[in-house]
């Protein structure tokens, strides 16, 4: 955690929630062969959602978790979690589409793609 993801009141802010998922939702596409700059297929986000479940203050070192939940023909979605003390101080699930760099366009999950994702799903 860094110091200036509190705000005036020592709690972590709504967007460093945001980045912490990233964080490791990158790290994940990376790892399963999905995201490497340059590709011409990329995965762009569509929607998130975070349910903050406990206070978080700084200082902390937190610990972060990633699930797949759904793999369909043209969408998947991840829940992460954010953990500090054993305990899950917020959850974002994040859907995305995989997008056509150089028609701007989402196109469907191909075989490779879906067999990555569902290896992990929950």
């Given at each position: 955690?860094?110091?200036?993801?509190?705000?005036?009141?020592?709690?972590?802010?709504?967007?460093?929630?945001?980045?912490?998922?990233?964080?490791?939702?990158?790290?994940?596409?990376?790892?399963?062969?999905?995201?490497?700059?340059?590709?011409?297929?990329?995965?762009?986000?569509?929607?998130?959602?975070?349910?903050?479940?406990?206070?978080?203050?700084?200082?902390?070192?937190?610990?972060l978790g990633l699930s797949v939940v759904d793999v369909s023909e043209r969408s998947y979605a991840v829940v992460q979690g954010v953990f500090f003390e054993d305990l899950c101080r917020a959850v974002v699930l994040t859907r995305?589409?995989?997008?056509?760099?150089?028609?701007?366009?989402?196109?469907?999950?191909?075989?490779?793609?879906?067999?990555?994702?569902?290896?992990?799903?929950?």
């Amino acid at each position: 955690m860094r110091f200036g993801d509190i705000d005036f009141l020592g709690h972590v802010t709504n967007t460093a929630y945001l980045h912490y998922a990233e964080s490791v939702r990158a790290t994940f596409m990376r790892e399963i062969g999905m995201w490497q700059p340059g590709q011409v297929r990329q995965g762009v986000i569509v929607h998130h959602e975070v349910d903050y479940l406990r206070e978080l203050g700084y200082p902390a070192r937190l610990r972060l978790g990633l699930s797949v939940v759904d793999v369909s023909e043209r969408s998947y979605a991840v829940v992460q979690g954010v953990f500090f003390e054993d305990l899950c101080r917020a959850v974002v699930l994040t859907r995305m589409v995989r997008m056509d760099t150089q028609t701007r366009r989402a196109v469907p999950l191909d075989s490779r793609e879906h067999a990555a994702l569902s290896a992990w799903r929950v």
